[in-house]
């Protein structure tokens, strides 16, 4: 096992094929899949699980990787200390739910960390992605929702897949709408208040099952739905159609924009906010200053 073997895994990793990892460690793909596969041979473990659709982490092979890192980063403290070697970049990645305060987080952790070159990524995306992302350690760290409703169902999962759930707060579900609706003067919303408006879901892709949704009270039928991808998108039609979307309250203007309000909705729904991890895998420094970022962000708003 070699310096350089464990850095040829990072990549993959980082990359999410052995043909992209191979451009850019500027190797051939046969020599780095060779070099993956003595490297799985001297350990007796398979670190990547092949497929028709490529490859992903063996649960051995997310626990290696958490390893590998510590190792890596380790052989740099050393190469910056002694050889005055420029720190490599340093890598992390977000997938989230569609929360401003996940983004708020991001904003905040990108202008703390210090060093010159960093790589760092925020994927707004779907829950079931969000999982796959996290399985496969695209990323570090997921933001997602559990409640009544779905939490049998999204834990079954993230132990399947060896993550764990960390919660964060507790929201009381609110209703984003625009400031021209009728109903934004209103102290608080009843569901059948919502009834003539067009309500506003992110779409779940192939996954549209209830459990993903990010929205609470998913399985209510409701004679106006539309589906959105983005929340530059979904803002735009709570404006532009009296549209209304359930979420947890946290609203920025700086993200959302001044058009917008938010109301509680009268339920005895609670929304409990989280973020999965890798349980094998040990947080990386920027992501622990993402997790601090969180924490600051929400006590802000007395959650």
Known sequence: ??????????????????????????????????????????????????????????????????????VVEQSELLEQRYLNKTPSKRLFSVSTQHYAFSVNAFVNLVKEFDQDEYEFALRETKTHEIIEDVKNLRSEIGVIYLNDFNEKVINKILKDNELTFTHLFDARPHIFLSIDN?????????????EPYPR??????TYNSFYFSEEILSTLSHKKNLLVSDRATLSNLLIG?????ITTGILSVELNGSNLVSIPLESDEVIRLGYIKHKNVSLSIPAKKYIEQLEHYIKEYKY
Do not use: W
């Open 182 to 194: 009728p109903l934004a003067k209103k102290k608080s919303i009843k569901i059948e208040d919502l």
């Open 1 to 70: 096992m070699t310096l350089q073997q464990l850095k040829y895994i990072i990549e993959i990793v980082n990359c999410g094929s052995i043909n992209e990892a191979a451009g850019r460690l500027f190797i051939t793909q046969p020599s780095l899949s060779k070099s993956v596969k003595e490297l799985e041979n001297e350990l007796g473990i398979e670190i990547f699980v092949r497929s028709n659709r490529g490859i992903s982490l063996s649960a051995d092979g997310a626990e290696f990787l958490g390893y590998a890192r510590q």
């Open 241 to 245: 159609l009296h549209g209304y979307t």
């Open 200 to 205: 506003v879901s992110f779409e779940q892709g």
